[in-house]
């Protein structure tokens, strides 16, 4: 599924679901590089489900995967997310210490939106 981005700087595609099918989707349609990683983790999360008679791991695989679309959906946010990763290599402590704190702004404003706002 190909999207132009949306005009304006808003989303790239509708929050999905917190389910397989939803966020197999999404991620197929904002990181398609990471549908690989996507289904290895799934498939570990799965192995852990059964290895500790649980569904934590298949839920905790939910909110990560959830929180990579909430990221990447969003270009704008997805861009300083990959630039502040990018300079954490940075020789520069006053640089790295920017980048984690831009990318520890991001991620947490991500977990809160996918956990309900």
């Not at 569904?55 to 939910?62: C, G, K, L, N």
């Not at 679309?69 to 300079?87: G, N, S």
């Amino acid at each position: 599924m190909t999207m132009p981005y949306a005009d304006g700087g808003g989303p790239f595609i509708p929050r999905p679901e917190l389910t397989l099918p939803a966020l197999r989707q999404a991620v197929a349609a904002v990181a398609p590089s990471r549908l690989p990683e996507f289904f290895e983790d799934l498939q570990n999360a799965f192995v852990r489900a059964g290895d500790e008679d649980s569904v934590v791991p298949i839920r905790m695989f939910y909110r990560q995967w959830g929180v990579v679309v909430e990221i990447e959906r969003h270009p704008e946010t997805a861009r300083r997310l990959h630039a502040a990763e990018q300079a954490i290599s940075s020789p520069d402590p006053a640089v790295r210490d920017r980048a984690v704190q831009e990318a520890g702004d991001i991620m947490r404003a991500a977990h809160r939106e996918v956990a309900g706002g």
